[in-house]
């Protein structure tokens, strides 16, 4: 969602959490991805989406 331009308080109602935790997910997914904003985490999400054959 966050690689699609969705906002941290979107996310969080749409899912029914705290944008807090939204947030410190956000921040635990960009360290682990080594990117430093939304725009290369979304570049990454690009690069390595997974395509999978329907079966």
Request: proline share 0%; no cysteine; hydrophobic share 35%.
């Given at each position: 969602m966050l690689s699609t331009g969705?906002?941290?308080g979107e996310i969080g109602a749409q899912l029914k959490l705290a944008s807090n935790t939204v947030s410190t997910y956000r921040a635990r997914i960009l360290e682990k991805t080594g990117t430093k904003?939304?725009?290369e985490l979304a570049l990454y999400a690009q690069r390595h989406s997974r395509s999978t054959p329907e079966r």
């Open positions: 969705h906002t941290v904003n939304d725009v």
